[in-house]
């Protein structure tokens, strides 16, 4: 067994135990939203960890040492507006005092077809991000270990569905502090080697192939903007950062915890794409993408470094998937099954989170093993094709419900589902070659006319059928926001 080897399953066994020791925890407000009681520190730490993800790392800087400097047009920007967006709604959703982002939707529109809706769409599109994250780290330990991908992915797999499912958000929470610790110091100390390898020329003067704003994917002012609209209105409604209010002790540390975790995460964003460009100026071109970084230091920095940079991966993809498997099962329980049949308990909800965890987790689990013997583009494209389509299902009704106190129950539902639908046909046509702009466009914009129309209209009917006067409040209408 080699030493990378007894390094990757020793990593394993102290996050497992570091997990499953919350499963002490039996109630279920521990269990959802660790008894709201995350201080600034914690909950700043937990944030990082979260976006810091595998598709951060290994996506990122693959897409780098293809594409360059591009990267930072490519994600960048939008984060940036992300965050700005996720500060805005940070105060007003810690006071609903809620415990999931569907709630919100049943609470604001007085619907649940719309929150069990919202669940269905969160669990679709984070199946989809939970897979490469796995891929990621198959592709890691396959490159630097030798390990065969499938068994990586499964081992992995195995260690964060089980502390997840035990543990809930307070496992999860304490596994993240110490994988954001150790993947920081990591992809800094990284980064600091692909400078003085590189003589600092992977910053000042990278090769003109690398050195381009536009590239890849970013080959036009439009990609541009539609990218910075997939990252930054995709952002403020992922539901794994959203949590993190309705589990922090006051709506100045849900504040905060952006304002201070981005400065943070950009940083290590930046360390990213450094070492990225890195190996697209040291690797052979036939090692460029995803495996670029495991390759780089396997390679070329030297085999000492190739154990720091597993347990960066390792923390940057099971730190953000295990938040994304805690929010699955707890929103199946809480958001789809609560309201089938008759009422259930807090035990049965509790059990029923973890069951789902296990199913769901399971299932991306093996779906990432079926994906890694098929050919699959950039990590980080996919990743974006699923926060696209989360952008343009939740976006718009999110923001109106926060911020836009007329917006109605008609107008949400025909947003949310006509923004996905537009979405998805805007990703079809392009591939198809029929568009060339960015389907983001049309998810957002779809999502955005019929909220106002729809709201419109049912407001011109009440209106009417009460001889002109507004009927806002009536039954089966949304009451004025308090948040």
Not at 83 to 109: K, M, N
Not at 112 to 140: C, D, E, H, K, P
Not at 350 to 363: D, E, H, M, N, Y
Not at 365 to 374: E, F, K, N, Q
Request: with cysteine; net charge positive.
């Amino acid at each position: 067994m080699n030493a990378y080897l007894i390094a990757f399953l020793g990593y394993l066994l102290v996050i497992l135990v570091i997990g499953i020791s919350a499963s002490r925890r039996r109630s279920l407000s521990s269990f959802a939203v660790a008894g709201r009681s995350m201080g600034l520190a914690v909950s700043t730490g937990t944030f990082m960890a979260s976006f810091v993800s595998g598709v951060t790392v290994i996506g990122m800087s693959g897409y780098a040492s293809r594409f360059g400097w591009s990267a930072a047009a490519f994600s960048c920007y939008g984060y940036a507006l992300g965050w700005i967006l996720l500060v805005c709604a940070a105060g007003r959703l810690h006071r609903t005092e809620l415990t999931t982002v569907p709630e919100f939707f049943e609470q604001r529109y007085n619907s649940r077809a719309l929150r069990m809706w919202a669940a269905f769409v969160i669990l679709f599109m984070y199946s989809i991000v939970v897979t490469v994250q796995l891929l990621a780290m198959g592709i890691t330990l396959h490159a630097l270990a030798g390990l065969n991908t499938s068994l990586a992915i499964l081992i992995v797999g195995s260690v964060f569905v089980t502390y997840t499912m035990l543990g809930g958000l307070a496992a999860v929470v304490r596994t993240q502090l110490v994988q954001i610790v150790v993947l920081g110091a990591g992809i800094l100390l990284a980064a600091i080697l692909v400078i003085l390898r590189t003589h600092g020329t992977v910053i000042t003067a990278p090769p003109l192939h690398l050195s381009h704003f536009f590239a890849g994917s970013v080959s036009s002012p439009g990609d541009f903007i539609g990218w910075m609209l997939v990252w930054g209105l995709g952002i403020p409604t992922e539901s794994y950062y959203l949590h993190r209010f309705y589990s922090s002790r006051s709506a100045y540390v849900a504040r905060m915890q952006i304002g201070l975790g981005g400065i943070l995460v950009m940083v290590i964003l930046l360390c990213v794409i450094i070492c990225g460009v890195g190996a697209g100026m040291l690797l052979p071109t036939s090692a460029l993408g995803d495996p670029a970084l495991p390759s780089l230091f396997k390679d070329v920095i030297g085999e000492w470094m190739c154990i720091p940079i597993i347990f960066v991966i390792m923390s940057a993809v099971q730190s953000s998937a295990s938040g994304l498997l805690h929010i699955t099962g707890l929103y199946f329980s809480l958001d789809i099954y609560k309201h089938i049949g008759a009422a259930k308990t807090e035990a049965q909800l509790l059990g029923v989170s973890r069951v789902a965890t296990l199913i769901f987790g399971s299932a991306v689990t093996i779906g990432a093993v079926y994906i890694a013997a098929h050919p699959l583009p950039l990590i980080s494209i996919v990743a974006g094709i699923s926060w696209g389509g989360m952008a343009s299902a939740m976006f718009v009704p999110l923001f109106a419900g926060l911020f836009w106190p007329r917006a109605t129950r008609v107008g949400a539902i025909a947003s949310s589902v006509g923004g996905l639908v537009f979405a998805i046909l805007g990703f079809l046509a392009r591939r198809a070659g029929f568009i060339s702009f960015h389907e983001i466009y049309a998810g957002l914009a779809a999502s955005a006319i019929l909220m106002l129309a729809f709201t419109f209209f049912q407001r011109s009917r009440e209106a009417i059928s009460q001889d002109g006067y507004s009927t806002a409040l009536l039954p089966g209408t949304p009451h004025e926001p308090t948040f």
